[in-house]
T-cell receptor, first 117, second 115 residues
C-alpha cells in the first residue's frame, strides 16, 4: 500500500474484553514496530519484528499483550482481558530494512485509539 | 541498553528567532539518529536523520541537526522559527549493534513559536 494502515482507527471496549489491533505495513518493508503513545508523550516501544520473527518483545507491559506477524506482512497486536490503564494510542511503524543494515526512517500509521470503559 | 533523552518538556521562541531542541543519546555501538514531528491529532512525520558522514544534516521544512559524538548529542535547529513550526518533536535512536537495534524515542519536546 501507499502507507502504513492501521485498523480500526478507534476502538471502544469494555473492561475484560479482548481486542485485536491490525497493522498493514508498507509493501516490502521488512521491519515492523508497535508502540504505545500516551497523550503528549513519546512513543513507548512495545515490540518489533523482522519479517515474521519477533525480535524483541521487552516492551510488552505484561502477558496480556501479544503480537504476531505470521507471514511477514500484516501484524496483529492483541490485548486480552483489557483494563482501563490499557487506554492509549497504539501506533505501528514499518521500516524498509532489517536488523544490522537499517539506516532508513520509520513510517508511521495513523494509529488506533483504544478506550477501555 | 540504548536510550535517548530530551531534557526540555517545552521550548518557547519568538517567530523569526533561531530555535534549538535538545537531544542526547546513549548506545553501545554507533547510533542512527532521527527527528520526528507530530502535529495535533496527526501521526509522526520524519524530519531528518544522521547515519554517517557530515555532522550537520539538513531535513524538511528548513530544519537541521548537528551530531556531536563527544557530547552524544543530536540537537535540532532552525535559523528562523515560524509559528507553523509549533508542534511536538521527538528524537529517536537506533543502536547499530545487531542484537540491540530497536528504535527508541525520547519523551518529546513541545515547541511553541509565538508571533
Amino acid at each position: 500500500g501507499a502507507g502504513v494502515s492501521q485498523s480500526p482507527r478507534y476502538k471502544v471496549t469494555k473492561r475484560g474484553q479482548d481486542v485485536a489491533l491490525r497493522c498493514d505495513p508498507i509493501s516490502g518493508h521488512v521491519s515492523l514496530y508497535w508502540y504505545r503513545q500516551a497523550l503528549g508523550q513519546g512513543p513507548e516501544f512495545l515490540t518489533y519484528f523482522n519479517y515474521e520473527a519477533q525480535q524483541d518483545k521487552s516492551g510488552l507491559p505484561n502477558d496480556r499483550f501479544s503480537a504476531e506477524r505470521p507471514e511477514g506482512s500484516i501484524s496483529t497486536l492483541t490485548i486480552q482481558r483489557t483494563e482501563q490503564r490499557d487506554s492509549a494510542m497504539y501506533r505501528c511503524a514499518s521500516i524498509e530494512g532489517a536488523s544490522g543494515r537499517v539506516n532508513t526512517e520509520a513510517f508511521f500509521g495513523q494509529g488506533t485509539r483504544l478506550t477501555v470503559v | 541498553a540504548q536510550s535517548v533523552a530530551q531534557p526540555e518538556d517545552q521550548v518557547n521562541v519568538a517567530e523569526g528567532n533561531p530555535l534549538t531542541v535538545k537531544c542526547t543519546y546513549s548506545v553501545s555501538g554507533n547510533p542512527y539518529l532521527f527527528w520526528y514531528v507530530q502535529y495535533p491529532n496527526r501521526g509522526l512525520q520524519f524530519l531528518l536523520k544522521y547515519i554517517t558522514g557530515d555532522n550537520l544534516v539538513k531535513g524538511s521544512y528548513g530544519f537541521e541537526a548537528e551530531f556531536n559524538k563527544s557530547q552524544t548529542s543530536f540537537h535540532l535547529k532552525k535559523p528562523s522559527a515560524l509559528v507553523s513550526d509549533s508542534a511536538l518533536y521527538f528524537c529517536a535512536v537506533r543502536d547499530t549493534l545487531r542484537n540491540t537495534d530497536k528504535l527508541i524515542f525520547g519523551t518529546g519536546t513541545r515547541l511553541q513559536v509565538f508571533p
